[in-house]
């Protein structure tokens, strides 16, 4: 979302503003917030992407009246399978997503508020992530060194855009869920790093409003049409040695200057 234009993109229907959080860096909450309070709606983050981020001190989460974490294996705190978190400081409004998460049950037997969901977190999975929750100032701290490694790396490859490096000047505090590079040669960027045993991954190859059973084509996005075409995910995890992030920079850079 390019927050300058989210107030323009506003109608009649629109209820609420969803800012996703991607690859570890927060938008601009500050812009957000005042198109939301100008048009009167609700703000739902969507920080699935970005526990522990943080934009001018406060952390991802804390601007909405609602925010959604992840616990998908692959996030910064991850589960061995699927799970989440909504957090709210409306208590109302904590109540009725405790009775979505459990078919409408707000007490164990007794009370039901509605038609609700099976989304209850498995006890296993919440066990091993009270444990990983004790680790996640760790990861965060080795993933951030991994993507200033990445960045001193690559800075200067011709036609390579690099996100953020990891900064220290209080605005953005970003946790590097992701390092995503750009480049308009991202395909063949990719087939030379698996021939090198690199994996990476492309996130979106076709952009939602080009698939065909939505029915979203009256749509024209440039910026995310030329995102799908362009953003390739390098390896990112904790566990990473630092000689990995040289091998996979060095592969990168030595592909894009044989090009």
Same mark, same amino acid.
């Given at each position: ?16 503003? /969803? ?56 996030? /910064? ?62 990861? /965060? ?119």
């Amino acid at each position: 979302m390019d927050v300058d234009f989210a107030a323009e993109a506003v109608t009649s229907r629109t209820r609420a503003i /969803i800012p996703v959080h991607l690859n570890g860096r927060m938008c601009d909450m500050r812009k957000v917030m005042r198109a939301a309070e100008s048009h009167g709606l609700a703000v739902i983050e969507d920080a699935a992407q970005a526990l522990g981020a943080t934009f001018e001190g406060r952390p991802a989460g804390s601007f909405g009246a609602t925010a959604c974490y992840s616990f998908y294996p692959a996030k /910064i705190l991850g589960t061995p399978g699927d799970g989440g978190m909504v957090v709210t400081s409306d208590d109302a409004l904590a109540r009725q997503l405790r009775g979505l998460r459990d078919n409408g049950r707000v007490n164990w037997r007794d009370q039901v508020i509605g038609y609700g969901f099976n989304s209850r977190l498995d006890n296993l999975h919440a066990a091993i992530l009270n444990v990983k929750l004790s680790h996640l100032d760790e990861y /965060i701290a080795r993933r951030r060194e991994i993507a200033r490694m990445y960045d001193e790396a690559q800075h200067g490859v011709p036609g390579l855009r690099l996100p953020p490096p990891p900064a220290d000047d209080g605005a953005y505090f970003d946790v590097f869920q992701n390092y995503v590079v750009r480049s308009p040669r991202r395909d063949e960027l990719a087939a030379h790093l698996n021939e090198q045993g690199i994996e990476t991954l492309i996130s979106w190859p076709l952009p939602m409003h080009h698939q065909k059973a939505l029915d979203l084509s009256h749509f024209h996005l440039p910026e995310t049409e030329a995102l799908s075409r362009e953003v390739l995910s390098l390896p990112m995890y904790p566990e990473m040695m630092d000689s990995d992030v040289q091998i996979a920079a060095e592969a990168v850079r030595h592909s894009v200057e044989r090009a």
